[in-house]
């Protein structure tokens, strides 16, 4: 069973950092699709960062710059480094994962319970 378990979000000023971390069971982090998503109340899913197993890194340019993704592969986590936050990434971030298939990253089928991060101006 695939397992994913984010945790620290929080309330910040608008310039400040986060980061997130997300513990993963049952599937190996180096070796899967992993991304972080974000949903604003009212508003749908929104992929802003993913890395394959190759450590190809794709940010969706509302991020690019101030957020980066990375792996520890000795404690099987994903982790999001958020610098110069702002009000507009005030929402739950969500870790998620699949395995890769056919060489590819499609799908994200597996996904936590998310961490809310609020960005206050």
């Known amino acids: 069973e695939v397992k994913l378990v984010e945790s620290g979000g929080g309330s910040v000023q608008a310039g400040g950092s986060l980061t997130l971390s997300c513990a993963a069971s049952?599937?190996?982090?180096?070796?899967?699709?992993m991304a972080w998503f974000r949903q604003i109340p009212g508003k749908g899913l929104e992929r802003i960062v993913a890395i394959a197993p190759e450590s190809t890194t794709l940010y969706t340019d509302s991020v690019k710059g101030r957020f980066t993704i990375s792996t520890d592969t000795a404690k099987n986590t994903l982790s999001l480094q958020m610098n110069s936050l702002k009000p507009e990434d005030t929402a739950n971030y969500y870790c998620?994962?699949?395995?890769?298939?056919?060489?590819?990253?499609?799908?994200?089928?597996?996904r936590g319970q998310g961490t809310q991060v609020t960005v206050s101006s």
């Open positions: 998620a994962a699949d395995r890769i298939s056919f060489g590819h990253c499609a799908t994200y089928n597996y």
């Open positions: 049952g599937i190996m982090v180096s070796s899967a699709c």
